[in-house]
């Protein structure tokens, strides 16, 4: 999970857009997502007159979920890959067969 300062706390990117207050009256900051600078995207917020900003450095993608098996994924009805193109070679020779025939 991404992590942000507010305050000069370190805290996680869910929980700075959905637990942040404002500074004057504590009420709950909402969030308006402005992504026009790809290379500086952020959230912006108002409350109190004051003027609030996440700004998004860096992303880090990370697998939280161990991946399900390829085959379980595919099914197990699946062939492997050589055993396709073993059946396919074999079609193939068998359509140029029939039509020598013809």
């Not at 504590?26 to 500086?40: M, P, R, T, V, Y």
């Not at 991946?67 to 070679?89: C, F, S, T």
């Not at 068998?94 to 020598?100: A, I, Q, S, T, V």
């Amino acid at each position: 999970m991404p992590r942000v300062e507010q305050n000069g706390m370190p805290t996680s990117l869910h929980y700075a857009l959905t637990d942040s207050q404002c500074s004057k009256c504590g009420g709950q900051l909402e969030w308006k997502a402005d992504f026009d600078d790809i290379n500086q995207p952020n959230y912006t917020s108002q409350h109190c007159n004051q003027d609030y900003v996440i700004r998004i450095d860096a992303v880090k993608v990370e697998m939280v979920t161990p991946r399900v098996g390829v085959k379980e994924a595919r099914g197990l009805e699946d062939e492997p890959r050589a055993i396709k193109m073993a059946k396919g070679l074999e079609e193939e020779r068998r359509n140029k067969e029939e039509e020598f025939k013809r």
